[in-house]
């Protein structure tokens, strides 16, 4: 390297609505031709190589500092009950422990006979600025299609963060016969620095 200005650091965050990123996960597997999920090594190489193009910089200069995971989750009484589930999170689990993915869970709840997250978007928001205004990111990468998080990115981008929201635009049809769209919000893309 020629000259020490740009030797400075391009600080990465990454926050997985863990949900989603299942979903799309699960879709590559299932629904697509490749027959196979994608990896978290492979996700955080590519993101570090895209921000490296995208700031002008080097990629090893690019560094994933902090990554997060979050999801509603069922008992482990229930996942028992369904088979393989225990074991199948225990495994994902441990991908995201070895790439040092830190994991948030929030119980799922019963309303109505049926089973929802409450409350996962909320924290994920709250945490993601909470660590942006204290470890001053350079750049917050956002793995979810949610337009729920706009006023996230806003605040984010008063912070002096630049955004990136990574999502996949898919639809398929499943094994019931159910067509399937997956599309990310179109308010939220227009909000970030790098959709």
Do not use: C
Not at 65 to 85: M, P, T
Not at 146 to 152: A, E, K, R, T
């Amino acid at each position: 390297m020629s000259s020490h200005s740009h030797t400075k650091l391009t600080r990465v965050a990454i926050f997985y609505d863990g949900n989603y990123f299942l979903h799309v996960s699960n879709y590559y597997a299932f629904n697509h031709a490749r027959n196979s999920r994608i990896t978290l090594r492979g996700l955080h190489d590519f993101v570090r190589h895209r921000i490296a193009g995208e700031e002008n910089t080097e990629v090893h200069l690019t560094q994933i500092v902090d990554s997060h995971f979050f999801r509603g989750r069922i008992s482990a009484n229930e996942a028992q009950q369904r088979g393989n589930l225990l074991y199948y999170d225990r495994v994902f689990e441990d991908i995201l422990m070895w790439e040092g993915v830190i994991t948030h869970y929030l119980p799922l709840r019963h309303s109505g006979g049926r089973r929802e997250e409450k409350g996962i978007d909320v924290w994920m928001a709250l945490e993601a600025y909470e660590l942006t205004l204290l470890k001053k990111f350079d750049v917050v990468v956002m793995i979810t299609s949610d337009g729920n998080y706009v006023p996230l990115v806003r605040k984010i981008n008063n912070l002096g963060a630049r955004v990136m929201v990574l999502s996949w635009d898919f639809e398929f049809v499943d094994n019931e016969g159910k067509h399937v769209v997956t599309r990310t919000s179109q308010e939220l893309l227009e909000e970030v620095t790098y959709p």
